[in-house]
């Protein structure tokens, strides 16, 4: 709900506009072509080739005004950032002068003017025009004064998440995330290219919701009369190309589980998805390595960078523990050793770690790994040997079948990606989809469902394959030392107002 003071204010823009319209002016002109930008600008300054016969058009937001009878100062806000601009009536003339002193702050504006530099050193836009491009009509936060206290007028993250195209506007680090979260996807998708990847597109809606454990999203499409999931992950799609003969693939794409929200999770999320035929999980620890330190790197992040109050270093090779050991490590708990679910639950109750909906031992090992190792896993570490249970898509290892050529990449507390040998037995696939049916029957429903067709996929022969998936939001928390992953999502997911 608006304030007094808001409304006030609200209601004396709309009738700005009406006072222009009035005038025969349009307060929302059909269209403006900048021609410059403001750093752009600033960096290619030389004063002796500047003057009134060298015009530039701009556009952006006022940032501020000072009028002072005649003249006036003020600062534009572009896409690049900040220009001080000087209006003076004389230049203008008098309406086009009148109407800049009636601007808001916050108006999108079109100027045009020359370059000078001021007395103070301040590179400046003279400005020759202004047109009104479209009235900020609601006024944005601003530090505010009530009751003798200082605050933050917009200082909610609940509100920054929900009207983030606010939150982009008045917070420059905010922008400059977002910038940056560009940049690293590109960063990912020239790495993949270079190393001989081909991107693909995969279907997000699917008859079969597989590739990960997790509970989907379900829609129905009325011509088919059918029940469809959005796609958990794409992997059986990507690994169905491999079999097609499409030896390195990789999708940047949108996933969607029907989970809790949390600062790590969002039910929306990107994940970058690469296969690689001849490629075993050693190949695809290799390839994580090397395209983590080499996005940082060509982001201008280097080796080693603070995220929060620690500093991380990301210089290869990183360590390897195994699940069993490092579980070990930090509970006391060998999980190797315990032979029925109620020893495994009494272990983990004993550790302070709540398993009761756990069906599996396995799968109260994986909550105690959630709650007494993940945290601690702050430098970059590969936690491999996963058991074969919570792994139903990946080979077994030759010298023990209970565990699984697979790994999973922590850094700063958190999981980034999932990566392994990729099973390619049609028989041994087809049991342990059986299992994962009577696990979801046993009421597990994030447990897989039984995918036929990609058993008859694996029937035609799938070479030795590697794949990786990496959490492309948490990759960019780790980047831009961001600790929720709401603040890498443009427009998380929020209840109605």
């Known amino acids: 709900m608006e304030d007094k003071e808001t409304n006030e204010l609200i209601k004396q823009r709309i009738q700005k506009i009406e006072d222009l319209k009035s005038q ?106 202004v047109t009104l491009l479209a009235k900020c009509i609601r006024p944005l936060p601003s530090v505010k004064e009530k009751d003798g206290v200082v605050y933050d007028a917009f200082s909610d993250v609940e509100q920054r998440y929900r009207m983030r195209y606010v939150d982009l506007v008045v917070n420059d680090h905010v922008r400059k995330t977002f910038q940056m979260r560009s940049r690293i996807v590109q960063e990912i998708r020239n790495f993949l290219v270079k190393e001989g990847f081909l991107e693909v597109e995969t279907p997000m809606m699917q008859v079969i919701a597989g590739g990960a454990a997790a509970k989907p999203f379900i829609t129905h499409h009325n011509t088919l009369d059918m029940d469809l999931f959005l796609r958990i992950a794409p992997e059986l799609y990507l690994k169905r190309l491999i079999v097609g003969g499409m030896d390195r693939v990789f999708e940047l794409n949108r996933n969607f589980r029907n989970e809790g929200i949390s600062t790590k999770h969002n039910p929306e999320f990107t994940m970058m998805e690469a296969y690689m035929a001849y490629g075993d999980m050693e190949s695809m620890l290799q390839l994580t390595e090397k395209m983590i330190t080499t996005v940082a790197q060509n982001i201008g992040l280097g080796m080693k960078f603070a995220y929060g109050k620690e500093m991380i270093d990301i210089s290869p090779p990183w360590k390897r523990q195994s699940y069993v050991g490092i579980i070990k490590e930090y509970s006391g708990i060998d999980f190797a050793s315990i032979s029925s679910l109620e020893e495994a639950k009494t272990k983990a109750r004993e550790a302070k770690v709540d398993s009761s909906s756990a069906t599996t031992i396995w799968k109260v090992a994986d909550d105690v790994f959630s709650e007494l190792v993940e945290p601690h896993l702050i430098q970059p570490i590969f936690i491999v040997d996963f058991p074969k249970e919570i792994s139903p898509l990946a080979k077994a290892r030759d010298d023990d079948p209970n565990y699984v050529e697979r790994f999973e990449p922590y850094v700063a507390g958190r999981e980034i990606g999932n990566a392994f040998s990729e099973l390619n037995d049609p028989f041994d696939q087809k049991e342990r989809f059986e299992d994962q049916v009577k696990q979801r029957e046993a009421g597990d429903d994030e447990a897989f469902m039984m995918d036929e067709d990609y058993v008859r996929a694996l029937e035609y022969g799938m070479p030795p394959t590697g794949g990786l998936g990496i959490g492309i939001d948490r990759l960019v928390m780790l980047f831009t030392n961001s600790h929720s992953i709401r603040d890498t999502i443009l427009f998380p997911l929020m209840r109605p107002e």
Do not use: C, W
């Open 24 to 129: 025969g002016v349009n307060p929302y002109p059909l269209r403006f072509f900048p021609s410059a930008k403001s750093q752009d600008l600033i960096d290619s300054f030389q004063e002796d080739s500047e003057g009134p016969s060298k015009t530039y058009k701009l556009g952006g937001r006022l940032q501020s005004k000072r009028v002072m009878g005649k003249a006036s100062f003020g600062h534009l806000k572009d896409v690049q950032g900040l220009i001080q601009i000087y209006a003076a009536r004389d230049d203008m003339g008098e309406e086009n002068y009148k109407i800049f002193k009636t601007l808001d702050l916050g108006d999108q504006i079109g100027i045009e003017g020359y370059l000078f530099k001021t007395q103070k050193g301040e590179i400046t836009l003279h400005l020759t025009s």
